[in-house]
């Protein structure tokens, strides 16, 4: 979350006043983002959810 809202250029307060998710908590570890809001955070960037994970890199499936 915080590398995208970085690469936007992006403040927290700015996303926070736009969403209304608290993006500090989640940015910082105190709280892990629920599907719900990890949906309005990828629609605030105009990603999907796929997207938004798609940078990942998983080890591949035996």
């Given at each position: ?9 992006h403040s927290?307060?700015y996303?926070?006043?736009?969403t209304?998710?608290?993006?500090p908590h ?8 629920s ?9 605030f960037?105009?990603?999907?959810l796929?997207?938004?994970f798609?940078?990942m ?6």
């Open positions: 979350m915080k590398d995208l809202r970085n690469s936007h250029k927290q307060e996303v926070v006043e736009n209304k998710l608290d993006i989640f940015e910082n570890g105190s709280y892990v983002p599907v719900v809001s990890l949906s309005i955070f990828c629609k960037y105009n990603l999907t796929d997207e938004f798609a940078p890199n998983y080890p591949p499936k035996e």
